[in-house]
């Protein structure tokens, strides 16, 4: 069901009179879905989908549609992968040959919209119920596939990406400024947010029905819950690996070749090694690394070390087929521009780049991969959780005490009470446990702002880098059966021997020495002093030039003497994790390159 999805929904036009604007939507998305797409049209309703094939599914042909005697009848469009899909088969009474298609059908009308609430994967979906004169959109779990919407007078855009709602004429591009700061601090969105006004994302593990005439309306189908846990830590060790073994047994691919991402950590490893255990031919890993880390590399907290050593390290320990990608500074820079194009929201730069030419890599081998990403976020894995002086403050422990772009906007535009009250926001949606106190209590809270906030900028990366190769990159580590039943184990239990101390317990079977003793090394990022120089020239120019359109945006005097700073070296000892002062910039630059290439609007 891999692909992109878009889809049209409106009670005053005829859409079989606009089959060029649904069809000029549906294109947009042929990087995700490279092997063929098709159109379903009706007066009032349209929706569009681009296919990835992967080797084994049984797939059906979408849109797919439950004819009915009168009218429009039922039609979905969905972009994803059902990994319970036998399960629920079984439990409809369908016959085994039945497709993904035929099962989600079948799954709707049988339990109407709650039939999301049956599913475990990564998927995103749109049902069209011309009999109620409803539109379904639901996502996964934890967000893993995206879904945007639009909703105007009259009707609804929706699809896969925002370009898919772009290329319809109804929707101008304008900047939201009441978001510009947290435009500036992605780690700071909020579920459902994006830049552009108007402009809408269906959240993670919710659904979203629409009826023509009235406004879409929002509900969560899953949310984390918090209950005493029973288990000792030896039987918690074991069930975790129960669960992780499930998981990733269910997100193999049913024939053909298999990637996985290998950086020699404890989350990569532990998938991958798993992986290799159960595919019956050689499982193929992949590691990136900088042609400059000889030369420029240099430690900081939040990476010590480089990967490639401990990656093939461990592939040897597994017996994989191991790959490492280097990039240069020219091969980043080219991929840029794609990367953008990946997300249609700005991005992150150098650091998207190089995901993206690791998937580039990997595609050519296969079309599924597995990712060891978000373990840190739910087994507690950033030393930042292990500094009293961070969690303790009421605020964000992540943002440190360094300086901040949204902190040099125009007055007009800096909403000083923003982090505050979205701090405010998410303390009170916290499941919190009766009676639970002290730290156990605060990381709670600790851990689920950081999968409320930064848990999505990891995950979109990795989803759109992918997917804008043809490339379905699977993440054991978010099945959400997995993911509830650590939220509940005490952090005195989960990272009382340090971070992610119960992930390796439950892995250290399968993990080799290197790995287990290896200190937590965030995703790499190039350091390049040429780059660095690159960024700080970018911004004096977004900052200073009067033909820059977000000139007017920022505090020029006080920026200017921040980049100054920057340019100098001064910074880096007040970034999080000792960060190159030019990093800060990368989401000023990016926001240039976005608002230019996508023509948007930001009077």
């Known amino acids: 069901m891999s692909g992109g999805l878009v889809g049209w929904i409106d ?4 859409l079989t009179q606009h089959a060029d604007v649904v069809r000029a939507m549906t294109d947009t998305m042929a990087d995700r879905g490279p092997d063929g797409g098709a159109l379903h049209l009706t007066r009032h309703a349209a929706l569009g989908h681009r296919h990835l094939a992967l080797p084994g599914a049984a797939e059906g042909r979408q849109p797919a549609v439950f004819p009915a005697p009168e009218g429009d009848g039922v039609a979905l469009a969905c972009d994803g992968a059902i990994y319970n899909l036998a399960a629920v088969r079984r439990s409809l009474g369908l016959s085994p040959a039945a497709t993904d298609t035929d099962v989600l059908l079948h799954a709707y009308l049988t339990h109407g919209a709650d039939f999301v609430t049956h599913l475990t994967g990564a998927f995103a979906l749109a049902i069209w119920d011309g009999r109620q004169r409803r539109l379904l959109l639901a996502r996964d779990h934890l967000g893993l596939k995206p879904l945007y919407y639009h909703a105007y007078p009259g009707g609804i855009l929706f699809a896969s990406l925002p370009r898919g709602i772009m290329a319809n004429p109804l929707f101008t591009p304008r900047l939201d400024h009441s978001l510009m700061t947290m435009v500036l601090q992605p780690r700071l969105t909020l579920a459902g947010e994006t830049p552009l006004a108007g402009l809408r994302e269906v959240k993670p593990a919710h659904v979203v029905t629409y009826a023509p005439g009235r406004s879409p309306v929002s509900r969560a189908y899953w949310r984390l819950t918090s209950e005493p846990h ?13 669960l992780f073994d499930d998981a990733v047994a269910g997100q193999l691919p049913a024939s053909g070749p298999c990637g996985a991402m290998l950086s020699g950590g404890v989350d990569s490893t532990s998938v991958a090694a798993l992986a290799a255990r159960l595919l019956p031919h050689p499982l193929d890993t992949y590691c990136v690394e900088f042609d400059s880390d000889e030369e420029h590399f240099a430690p900081t907290e939040l990476r010590p070390d480089v990967d490639a050593p401990y990656a093939a390290a461990a592939a040897r320990f597994m017996g994989s ?3 490492t990608l280097t990039a240069t500074m020219p091969d980043l820079l080219a991929a840029i521009p794609a990367t953008r194009r990946a997300r249609d929201l700005p991005g992150w730069g150098q650091f998207d780049a190089s995901m993206y030419l690791l998937f580039q890599r990997m595609r050519q081998d296969t079309r599924v991969a597995l990712s060891g990403e978000a373990a840190d976020e739910f087994f507690g894995g950033y030393p930042y959780l292990f500094k009293s002086e961070l969690v303790g403050r009421d605020a964000f422990p992540w943002l440190g005490d360094g300086p901040r772009l949204a902190d040099y906007l125009v007055p007009e ?7 505050k009250a979205r701090y405010a926001q998410l303390m009170g949606e916290v499941p919190r446990l009766p009676g639970e106190r002290g730290l156990d209590a605060r990381m709670r809270e600790v851990l689920y702002l950081g999968m409320a906030g930064p848990l999505a900028v990891v995950l979109d990366r990795k989803e759109r880098m992918s997917a804008a190769q043809g ?26 021997g340090g971070l992610k101390s119960l992930l ?31 960024l700080v020239r970018e911004a004096t120019w977004i900052v200073n030039a009067s033909e820059s359109p977000l000139r007017a945006m920022f505090d020029a005097p006080r920026l200017n003497d921040l980049l100054k700073r920057i340019g100098a070296g001064e910074l880096r000892a007040q970034l999080p994790g000792g960060s190159s002062g030019a990093q800060l910039l990368v989401n000023l630059v990016e926001l240039n390159a976005w608002v230019r290439d996508y023509r948007v609007s930001i009077s």
């Open 321 to 323: 087929r191991h790959t």
């Open 471 to 496: 490339l379905h990159v699977r993440l054991p580590f978010c099945d959400h059966r997995l993911v509830q039943y650590v939220w509940n184990v005490p952090w005195s239990m989960k990272c009382g």
């Open 230 to 242: 029973e288990h000792p830590p030896a039987r918690t060790a074991e069930r975790v690996r129960e």
């Open 11 to 14: 009670h005053e036009r005829d």
């Open 413 to 419: 535009l800096a909403r000083d009470g923003d982090e």
């Open 504 to 534: 390796k317990e439950a892995m250290a079977a399968i993990l080799p020495p290197s790995t287990l003793t290896r200190q937590k090394s965030a995703y790499p990022h190039v350091q390049n002093p040429a780059h660095d120089q690159a």
